[in-house]
């Protein structure tokens, strides 16, 4: 089963308006990614927020982080129709580089 | 630096034939890690190899296997062709070292099995 579910699974939006993107996972993990995936191609790393840290910030992306709830949240702040991607969650749980992904989030950004 | 490149980027087989997939790391790295994709079971870890060898697997048959040579250049193969193993198959470097590491996608192989 996933590790991480990410919520809502379809997101549609106006250009200029905020997105933002949840993430919930199940066991105690060592830190949580976010990657961007266009139409089928290879992923992009967005962000990497670390086990003991609450919010991070990236340009127009915000990360925050509840490990008591097991949850994270993603926010694309003035979205562009350019930002239109699957978004994924991302957890390393072990001592090794293995992630565990979610099922991803479909951005739809409406110029 | 030249980004994690992934060879052939599509590929048409019958079942039962087999495939050899082809990654090559971003300079410096150590770490490849290698993950299907597909639309109903979504992004699954196959196995990672650091320094030529198998650090971590996945749950997949073992009619998946790959190998990873001292350039750190790896390759996946996949014997017995099935229909369900149309995917996009990923690979992604990193250089292994650290528990909070970013890792890096090439664009991927896509392979169709009829």
């Known amino acids: 089963s996933q590790q991480g579910e990410e919520d809502p699974q379809a997101l549609s939006i106006q250009e200029g308006e905020n997105a933002t993107m949840n993430c919930s996972y199940k066991?105690?993990?060592?830190?949580l990614q976010w990657y961007r995936q266009n139409s089928g191609r290879g992923l992009v790393h967005l962000i990497l927020?670390?086990?003991?840290?609450r919010e991070k910030h990236s340009g127009r992306l915000r990360v925050t982080l509840d490990t008591s709830k097991k949850s994270s949240s993603l926010l694309i702040t003035a979205s562009r129709a350019a930002d239109t991607a699957s978004y994924f969650c991302a957890t390393d749980i072990g001592a090794n580089s293995k992630l565990t992904f979610g099922k991803g989030i479909t951005l739809s950004v409406r110029p | 630096k030249a980004g994690v490149t992934q060879t052939p980027r599509y590929l048409i087989k019958t079942r039962g034939q087999q495939v050899t997939l082809s990654c090559s790391p971003i300079s410096g790295h150590r770490s490849v890690s290698w993950y299907q994709q597909t639309p109903g079971q979504g992004l699954q870890f196959l196995f990672e190899y650091f320094s030529e060898t198998q650090r971590n697997k996945g749950n997949f048959p073992g009619r998946f296997s790959g190998r990873q040579f001292s350039n750190s250049r790896s390759e996946m193969n996949v014997s017995t062709l099935e229909l369900g193993d149309s995917a996009l198959y990923l690979c992604?470097?990193?250089?292994?070292?650290?528990?909070?590491?970013?890792?890096?996608f090439g664009p991927g192989t896509r392979l169709l099995v009829l």
């Open positions: 066991t105690s993990i060592n830190n």
């Open positions: 927020i670390r086990s003991n840290e």
């Open positions: 992604a470097s990193s250089t292994g070292q650290g528990l909070w590491e970013t890792q890096y």
